[in-house]
């Protein structure tokens, strides 16, 4: 299922990044850079949610954390705060530099960038509390 999510993304980005060229012609030659980074993103998305997926039944018991586990959340936690990252900065980018930035896909941006955040801060929060505890 999450080799299928990640390929609608693959497809579905190219496509969007086309309509989108053809509206703002002016931003045409960013479409390859933008794209990869998009798919980066994707791709560490993916990453992120198979990380916890594996670790979900870990991290809900009371058990101990292990050098693995913290390590794992560590990993999760960049990836996510990257992602954040690169969303904000296309947004800036697209909204001041070439004020080529339509409106859903600025706050599409900011809305990814805020969700990557948050849960970044959750999850060192809860890794945090998870020490404190035992």
């Keep these: 299922m ?5 390929a609608a993304a693959h497809v579905a980005l190219p496509l969007w990044a086309e309509s989108l ?32 997926w594996t670790l979900a039944p870990a991290l809900s018991s009371s058990t101990s954390s292990t050098p693995r586990r913290l390590t794992a959340v560590v990993l999760v936690v960049v990836l996510l705060l990257g992602v954040a990252a690169a969303f904000t900065g296309l947004n800036i980018y697209l909204s001041s530099s070439i004020n080529a930035n339509p409106p859903l896909v600025g706050l599409g941006l900011l809305a990814g960038a805020l969700v990557c955040g948050a849960v970044a801060v959750t999850l060192s929060y809860a890794q945090w509390h998870h020490r404190q505890g035992r």
């Design 2 to 6: 999450l080799a299928t999510m990640l």
């Design 21 to 52: 060229a053809m509206v703002y012609p002016e931003v045409d030659y960013l479409r390859v850079p933008f794209l990869v980074i998009l798919g980066a993103c994707a791709v560490a998305g993916e990453i992120v949610l198979l990380t916890l």
